[in-house]
């Protein structure tokens, strides 16, 4: 893309210049230049990395059971909580509808005692209460009237005088009795008999969550949105406690793995951006970031795995980005410094060696200059010595390959040494 740019430029100079690039009269020779820029840039190499899912889980069955349905087909789109399988159930539901009903009578029970007696109950109460005094008076009458009979001696009996003196102490007995429960009726259930209703309410629903919440378990369901990845099961089957039903996968987001040198490795922080492109998209560039360096290296490479996450939205009802693709993706290789910049055009190549034709005062002089890394359409340069090469200085782009030493030169158009840097990173080898 940069190379495009760049003749795209040096056409347009050409087109737009008074005459075309040949010699002039005399000794000057028309040039397209440009000046010599220094810029803060990051070294960047690209590794090959491969595409993972975010996440990935096999979601086994917590009890066990037979599989009366299975709905996770390989390749179906799934949301978090969505049935993956379904197992009988019918014996833990007829067992939850029995404590249900417990639960009500209890309820029902806490419900009577809280209320306190009913009017009609205390109503009966006193009535007994008043039939109770009644008797007594009518016992008391006797025992007295028994009790004179006796001390005058006038035909009673020791025998029946001592029936009526019973009959007398049963009546007040009764009486008490009748007071006593009058009393009770109308004070209502005594507070420790409510709260031992409560508790067994309170038990009974702790029994009915524990049975729900085990028949939760015969439905298993998705950790996560994703796809099923694999089927572990199928209808009919018998799944033991713990045995997998399916594998899920998320790839929204995706993550990329790659292995970065221990040299290299100190410079990579989480949260830092990077281009990613894929053999699948030639033509395309994803942006990712940096979301784990794991801690340990491989001992033969020496190298740590890094995680780099991409958003993967769903695009025509499909994901773009799929686990198992391959990436190039570009990290840093060194800290962040400051550089010149020439376009890659400017160098004059001659086997390992390279220079610059540098103007000053209307002639060509070579500089030797030895490359660096390249940043786009523009290469990194350090003069040989230094001080020959600095920020500003103007060199020829185009028409440089047959200039003299000290040769005059007319400068016929001037690029713009910015418009050919793509970023700030520069693209060393690949990995």
């Known amino acids: 893309m940069t190379t495009i740019r760049l003749l795209a430029l040096l ?22 230049t ?21 996440r990935r889980a096999v979601v086994g069955s917590a009890v066990e059971g037979r599989v009366e ?44 005692l809280v209320n306190g007696s009913l009017p009609e109950e205390i109503l009966l109460a006193e009535a007994q209460f008043s039939a109770a005094r009644a008797d007594l ?17 006038v035909g009673f009996s020791q025998e029946e005088y001592e029936a009526a003196q019973a009959a007398a102490q049963r009546a007040q007995a009764i009486l008490q009795q009748a007071e006593n429960q009058l009393q009770l009726i109308r004070n209502g259930p005594r507070p420790e008999r409510i709260s031992q209703a409560k508790a067994k309410v309170e038990v009974q ?13 015969f439905t298993v369901r998705a950790p996560f ?22 594998e899920v996968v998320e790839i929204d987001p995706i993550k990329a793995i790659v292995n970065v040198p221990e040299s290299n490795i100190a410079v990579i922080r989480v949260g830092m951006k990077c281009p990613l492109s894929l053999e699948a998209y030639p033509d395309r560039t994803f942006a990712g970031q940096v979301a784990l360096i794991v801690p340990e290296g491989d001992l033969q490479s020496r190298s740590f795995p890094v995680h780099i996450q991409l958003e993967n939205p769903r695009v025509d009802e499909r994901h773009v980005l799929l686990p198992g693709m391959t990436a190039r993706v570009s990290l840093p290789t060194r800290e962040t410094q400051t550089v010149l910049l020439v376009p890659k055009d400017a160098l004059i190549l001659a086997g390992a060696n390279a220079r610059v034709i540098k103007i000053s005062e209307g002639k060509a002089f070579p500089v030797n200059v030895r490359k660096g890394s390249s940043y786009g359409g523009l290469i990194e340069v350090h003069g040989e010595p230094a001080d020959q090469l600095q920020s500003g200085d103007v060199i020829v782009v185009r028409g440089n390959e047959r200039l003299r030493p000290n040769q005059a030169v007319v400068v016929r158009s001037t690029i713009d040494a910015d418009s050919l840097m793509e970023d700030s990173f520069a693209y060393d080898n690949d990995a």
């Open 11 to 32: 056409t347009f100079a050409l087109a737009t210049a008074d005459k075309p690039l040949l010699a002039q009269s005399g000794d000057s020779v028309p040039v397209v």
């Open 34 to 54: 440009t000046q010599v820029i220094e810029r803060t840039v990051t070294a960047k190499r690209t590794y090959v990395a491969n595409l993972y899912p975010n």
């Open 69 to 112: 349905q299975f709905p996770a087909k390989a390749g179906l789109s799934v949301s978090v909580r969505q049935p993956l399988a379904e197992l009988r159930t019918r014996a833990m539901g007829i067992q939850r509808d029995g404590a249900i009903a417990e639960l009500q009578l209890r309820q029902h029970e806490l419900e009577e």
């Open 137 to 153: 008076r009518y016992a008391q009458s006797r025992f007295e009237r028994a009790e004179r009979l006796f001390k005058d001696s």
């Open 205 to 217: 629903r702790q029994t009915i969550e524990s049975i729900e919440d085990r028949l939760e378990k």
């Open 225 to 246: 949105n994703g796809y099923v990845a694999r089927e572990l099961t199928e209808t009919g089957a018998w799944l033991r406690q713990g045995e997998s039903v399916a």
